[in-house]
């Protein structure tokens, strides 16, 4: 079984932390220092959320995991003389 899941993650400047802001999957929440960190962690946090249907089929699931990261930066720029 393949457990595909969506996930939208964004910078929050303040915790200097990488969050899930959106995901498919419900109740999927995670934070890191870097999007490859948080990458990284998903799976095992997936499999959490699906062990029911896992144990079902007596095994593991695949996880495929598409990440979109977004990060927005606001300078002001001054003119130029």
Not at 30 to 58: C, H, Q
Not at 60 to 65: D, T
Request: hydrophobic fraction near 45%.
């Amino acid at each position: 079984m393949v457990q595909k899941v969506s996930v939208t993650a964004a910078y929050d400047e303040e915790a200097k932390v990488w969050y899930v802001l959106e995901s498919s999957l419900p109740g999927l929440c995670a934070d890191a220092d870097t999007v490859d960190d948080l990458l990284m962690k998903l799976p095992g946090m997936v499999y959490d959320l699906v062990v029911d249907e896992a144990a079902s089929d007596g095994g593991g699931i695949e996880v495929a995991i598409d990440l979109t990261a977004h990060r927005n930066l606001r300078e002001t720029i001054a003119h130029a003389a």
